[in-house]
Structures are given as structure tokens and as C-alpha cells.
């Protein structure tokens, strides 16, 4: 039987030297292998990711996208946690 409590959705921006770094493709390998769903993209100035899942898995994927990849610098990450829509099957770079 499967825990629903244990779902939820994060919406996240992270700020820092995001854009033009890799750093949408460096999400969407973390968030795939930890089995998350959604999506990121570039905004102004940020980059904004919505992810739904298991909430340990969210936060590790969340973790890794702190640190970021070797070209990255993300000084800041802010994080929304919200009720999970169901609406995606797959994380995307968009």
C-alpha cells in the first residue's frame, strides 16, 4: 500500500550562476535518477523547477542542486513546498 502522505511538490528557484552553465541539464539528470517528476526551466534571472515525487527524494535531488555542478554557482535556492498535482510523467527541461 503506498503512502499519498509521502507525496508532495516543490517549487524552486534557484539563483546564483544558473543559466548558460548546464545547470537545467544538471537537474534533470538528478531529478530523473531520483525517480521526480516536473520540470525546469530558465526565467529571469533564475532558473525555476517544479518537482513532485517522494519528499526524501525531492530533498536529496534539492541537495544536489545546491552544490550544483562544477560550472555552477548557486548562491541561493528557494523552495515552496505545495500539494502534488499528478499532472506530469516524466521530469523535462523545457
Not at 517549487?11 to 541539464?25: C, D, L, M, P, W
Not at 541537495?63 to 555552477?72: H, L, N, V
Request: hydrophobic share 35%; proline share 2%.
Amino acid at each position: 500500500m503506498e503512502k499519498k502522505s509521502s507525496l508532495v511538490r516543490a517549487h524552486i528557484k534557484a539563483y546564483g550562476k544558473v543559466q548558460g552553465v548546464g545547470f537545467r541539464f544538471f537537474v534533470n539528470r538528478k531529478a530523473s535518477a531520483c525517480g521526480v517528476k516536473g520540470w525546469v526551466r530558465n526565467a529571469d534571472g533564475f532558473v525555476e523547477a517544479v518537482m513532485e515525487g517522494d519528499k526524501a527524494k525531492i530533498e536529496e535531488c534539492t541537495e544536489s542542486c545546491r552544490k550544483g555542478s562544477p560550472f555552477c554557482k548557486v548562491e541561493k535556492l528557494d523552495i515552496t513546498w505545495e500539494d502534488p498535482t499528478g499532472e506530469f510523467d516524466r521530469f523535462e527541461v523545457k
